[in-house]
């Protein structure tokens, strides 16, 4: 990527094969210093750049050189966002976008001819269904679902002309969990492009590209800001899919704005530090919501009681920030909860500092109807918790009193 400098640990001179460490490749991959050797990377809140001459200006639109031409396809802020992702994914390269659904939607269309089929977890993001339902349709893009408590039936939905296998994994807002190594062997099998959306786990937790992915889709907005600040997506994976991805955006214009992009990446050098106790807040309240009468299930990758607990001890660090539980009596009980509360709030978002409690069936996944809602593993008292990182006591507090009254 465009003026990058190397890590700390190369720059003072140990090994070319010295590891990199995830908390290091999150400080230290910086855009190169200035003439005025800051510290600090400053934005750089400009359209375009300047040309030495008319041999320098055709020479980079002949891309003859890496450089910086126009900030919609390229800019030091979002480049060092991206470099920082490749480096965490142990991608060979990325680009950023506006949104994590913009990441979704330019990804596939950037890959996708008319006539193509995707295979796809039927438990996916809301807005993701729609594209694959009411979008691609209109480009004679066909998909088939398959049920991610059966695995062992994606190889029925294959056709000659499927050319991509998507998933999430944990997914949302269900938290089931697939087995990354196994979907990496049946895209090898049958040379399909394999896309995870590694949104739930961040590159810290999970890095699909090990288990066999060809692309890796993060809503940045989501855990990877952390803050509930700005907007942000990035696709990172193999170079030859990243260049039409690239060329189809630089086009189309999804680009992640420079002062999002330098918010991110100062996000991301306390990514690990800030899942750490995300991830142990979550344990401790899925261990609570374990005990009470009021649940049908809870789930959640790191408990035991989860059927899929094996496989994310395989693949996931952590178990992640996020909750889910089925609250006995239905919708109007998962309404009468979240209303409630007195700490955590009440969002449509995730990943926050702050705990965000959603009741999926009434809000974002209200305009599907009954059976897609319970196709996707969507139920009428299902409650999705992202825990935040306020003390652990007033967060479970306010959980138990919310339940009780």
């Not at 190169?32 to 750049?49: C, F, G, I, M, N």
């Not at 855990?223 to 690239?246: A, F, P, S």
């Not at 992009?261 to 807040?281: M, P, Q, Y």
């Not at 449509?348 to 009954?370: C, F, M, Q, W, Y």
Request: with cysteine; aromatic share 8%.
């Amino acid at each position: 990527m465009e003026n990058l400098q190397a890590i700390e640990t190369e720059k003072n001179g140990l090994n070319a094969h010295h590891e990199e460490h995830f908390e290091t490749i999150a400080v230290r991959t910086q855009s190169e210093r200035t003439q005025y050797q800051e510290h600090s990377v400053p934005l750089y809140l400009t359209s375009s750049y300047v040309f030495e001459d008319s041999e320098d200006m055709r020479a980079s639109f002949a891309e003859e050189k890496e450089r910086n031409i126009y900030s919609r396809f390229t800019n030091p802020n979002t480049s060092e966002f991206v470099e920082k992702i490749v480096k965490m994914e142990s991608a060979e390269a990325g680009y950023a976008f506006a949104t994590g659904m913009s990441a979704v939607f330019s990804t596939l269309a950037a890959l996708l001819n008319s006539g193509d089929h995707i295979v796809a977890a039927r438990s996916v993001f809301g807005s993701t269904h729609g594209l694959f339902t009411k979008y691609f349709p209109k480009w004679n893009i066909s998909h088939s679902y398959f049920d991610v408590n059966e695995p062992e039936t994606i190889e029925s939905f294959i056709k000659p002309e499927t050319k991509i296998l998507f998933a999430e994994s944990p997914t949302n807002p269900g938290v089931d969990i697939l087995d990354l190594e196994n979907l990496g062997k049946i895209a090898k099998k049958h040379d399909l492009i394999l896309i995870i959306d590694n949104c739930f786990a961040t590159p810290y937790i999970q890095n699909p590209i090990k288990f066999g992915a060809d692309l890796v889709i993060h809503s940045a907005t989501k855990l990877i800001d952390g803050q509930g600040r700005v907007l942000g997506g990035v696709t990172v994976g193999r170079e030859d899919l990243i260049r039409e991805i690239y060329l189809f955006s630089r086009n189309t214009g999804p680009a992640l704005s420079p002062f999002n992009a330098w918010i991110l990446s100062k996000s991301l050098e306390t990514l690990s530090v800030r899942l750490e106790k995300h991830c142990e807040n979550a344990l401790k309240v899925a261990g609570f919501l374990e005990e009470i009468e009021q649940k049908e299930h809870v789930k959640y990758p790191f408990l035991k009681s989860h059927p899929q607990y094996e496989v994310a001890k395989k693949q996931m660090r952590l178990g992640g920030n996020v909750v889910a539980f089925e609250i006995k009596g239905g919708i109007d009980a998962g309404r009468r909860f979240i209303d409630k509360l007195q700490l955590c709030t009440r969002s449509a978002n995730l990943g926050d500092t702050r705990t965000i409690v959603t009741h999926p069936a009434s809000t974002t996944h209200s305009k599907l109807s009954e059976n897609e809602r319970l196709e996707a593993g969507i139920t009428d008292g299902l409650v999705r918790i992202s825990v935040g990182l306020e003390y652990i006591e007033d967060i479970i507090n306010d959980l138990k009193t919310a339940l009780k009254n």
